[in-house]
Each structure stands twice: as structure tokens, then as C-alpha cells.
């Protein structure tokens, strides 16, 4: 229980607006994902490691096909550990 409430509180807090715009930003650096951004970030309750929420995946055809597909991953992944929605 102290492991998951560190977890939480080792996050800083942004809105699902702000966290949007952060993973957009970090997404446009990577070539092989021109053109796909993330539109929607949603709450949810916190999972294992303490994140409390999820991107909805873009539709554009280079977010499903690789290298942009294991670039969002991994893009997203890093913000999860970093961030969490302002509740």
C-alpha cells in the first residue's frame, strides 16, 4: 500500500488538457509519427503503478504501423510515470 501511494504521489499533477498538449508535443519530435496526435486523454481509476489515467490511441495510419506505434508507446509510457490528472 505505501509502495502505491508513493507511486501516486511521486506524479506531478496536470489537467487532461495539459497532459494532451505534453504528449503531442513529444509525439511531433519523432518523424515517423508525422501527422498523428493523441485527441482525447480520459480518467480512470488509478491502476497497479498508480496512473489514473489513458490516451485514446490516434487513427491516423501512422500511429498503427511501426516505428510510430513503438514511439507513442514509449512516449506515452514515460508521461504515465511522470504525470497524473488534477482531480
Known sequence: MQAEIAAITRRHLLTLESLRVLINIEISVHTECHGAQIRRIFETEPDASGCNWQAEWPTV?????EPCRAQLCAVIEQIR???????
Do not use: K
Open 61 to 65: 495510419r501512422a500511429a498503427s504501423a
Open 81 to 87: 510515470e511522470r504525470y497524473n490528472v488534477a482531480q
